[in-house]
């Protein structure tokens, strides 16, 4: 494994290969969380956060992977990307957009959003993936950038996820 941490805990370094493995070790730890959930229990509101159902946060996993390969793909051609809105507004627009979709559309989103990462993070190399030099995106080094719309952003809704399901069991 070779990864690189500074005396705060922050990733500074970690290879396209582990950054590849352990988003997809987490990504399949989270989505075991709602494997054998029911549709009821799927779109329950409240559910996992207090407006939010199941459904809701995968939904919303799925915005932000999904946007996170698109936009570094185009900062990787040069494109600069502009930054119209705030996190809190795009994550009140990805709920408005997803609230009624139905629940095997964000499933089968949520599937079909890991596949494009995973090219994108073979297609990079380690030194791509790690020197800040090579593309600054919404104001992030690419690995930083990555990270956090991954497995960091995965670790962010694990808590939540797990203690909605432990309700369910009582």
Known sequence: MVTETN?????TYMSGDDLLERARRERAE??????????DEMTRRPGPQPDWSVKDVIAHITWWESAMTNWVSRALTGE????????DEINARIYADNRDMPLN????????SFPPLESLLNRLTDDEINDAEVCDIRGMPLLNFIVGNTFVHYADHVDDLRAYVERLDD
């Open 80 to 87: 600069m990307l502009a930054r119209t809105e705030t996190p």
């Open 7 to 11: 005396e705060d805990g922050w990733i």
């Open 30 to 39: 989270l989505e075991a969380l709602w494997l054998g959930l029911d549709n």
């Open 105 to 112: 559309t964000v499933l089968a989103a949520f599937e079909a």
